[in-house]
């Protein structure tokens, strides 16, 4: 598993991480939003995505980063959300499934 060498914002709203294996991934502020993790956006239960899309506002972008030990980082969002861990794993495979 590649491990982050550089995170940083692409243009206004959009993170960029570049990895250990040379790939730069950008990542759209409202995808990674949606892609939350967290037990308010998923059932913990059945893995069901819970969260409505139509809640997430069009111009959602992370107000703040913070590490979460040497796996994850936590994303504060402008919509008031902070629960969902992105593990680098998780963002590595996530990198792949937008255009």
Same mark, same amino acid.
Do not use: N
């Given at each position: 598993?590649?491990?982050?060498?550089?995170?940083?914002?692409?243009?206004?709203?959009?993170?960029?991480?570049?990895?250990?294996?040379?790939?730069?991934? #950008?990542?759209?502020?409202?995808?990674? =939003?949606? *892609?939350?993790?967290?037990?308010?956006?998923?059932?913990?239960? +059945? &893995?069901?995505?819970?969260?409505?899309?139509?809640?997430?506002?069009?111009?959602?972008?992370? #107000?703040?980063?913070?590490?979460?030990? =040497?796996? *994850?980082?936590?994303?504060?969002?402008?919509?008031?959300?902070? +629960? &969902?861990?992105?593990?680098?794993?998780?963002?590595?495979?996530?990198?792949?499934?937008?255009?």
């Amino acid at each position: 598993m590649p491990a982050p060498v550089e995170i940083s914002r692409a243009g206004e709203s959009d993170l960029q991480i570049r990895w250990s294996d040379g790939k730069v991934s #950008v990542y759209p502020a409202r995808f990674l =939003r949606l *892609a939350c993790p967290c037990a308010h956006c998923v059932d913990e239960m +059945t &893995g069901r995505r819970v969260l409505q899309e139509s809640s997430v506002p069009q111009d959602v972008r992370p #107000v703040a980063l913070d590490p979460v030990g =040497r796996y *994850a980082i936590q994303i504060r969002w402008s919509d008031g959300h902070s +629960t &969902g861990l992105y593990t680098w794993e998780r963002l590595y495979a996530l990198a792949d499934q937008f255009p």
